[in-house]
Nanobody, 124 residues
């Protein structure tokens, strides 16, 4: 059974930075693509960033390119999201997710395991 636990959320001023972590249980982490998604109030869950099982390939949403960096450490079963130059529109609950395959994917329905989410609030 896979369990994902996010941490690192909080309140930050616009222009600030945060780093999210996602720790995964189970033996499948190193063979699975991982992703970050976010959901703002009243909006659908949206893709943020994804990383392949090996960590060599990443895809970012246009809205975060150049500001957010996804990474992973397979020796620690942990994925990260470094978020710089935060904007008010980045305010949302951020979720980490694990896919069954090794290639990075951007669709919500291709992820089968989800964390509980962590709130990020950016004040302007």
């Amino acid at each position: 059974q896979v369990q994902l636990v996010e941490s690192g959320g909080g309140l930050v001023q616009a222009g600030g930075l945060l780093r999210l972590s996602c720790v995964a249980s189970g033996r499948t982490f190193s063979s699975s693509a991982m992703g970050w998604f976010r959901q703002a109030p009243g909006k659908a869950r949206a893709f943020v960033s994804t990383i392949s099982a090996s960590g060599r390939t990443t895809i970012d949403a246009d809205s975060v390119k150049g500001r957010f960096t996804i990474s992973r450490d397979n020796t620690k079963n942990t994925m990260y999201l470094q978020m710089n130059s935060l904007k008010a529109e980045d305010t949302a609950v951020y979720y980490c997710a694990q896919s069954d395959g090794g290639l990075p994917v951007t669709r919500v329905d291709l992820y089968h395991y989800w964390g509980q989410g962590t709130q990020i609030t950016v004040s302007s």
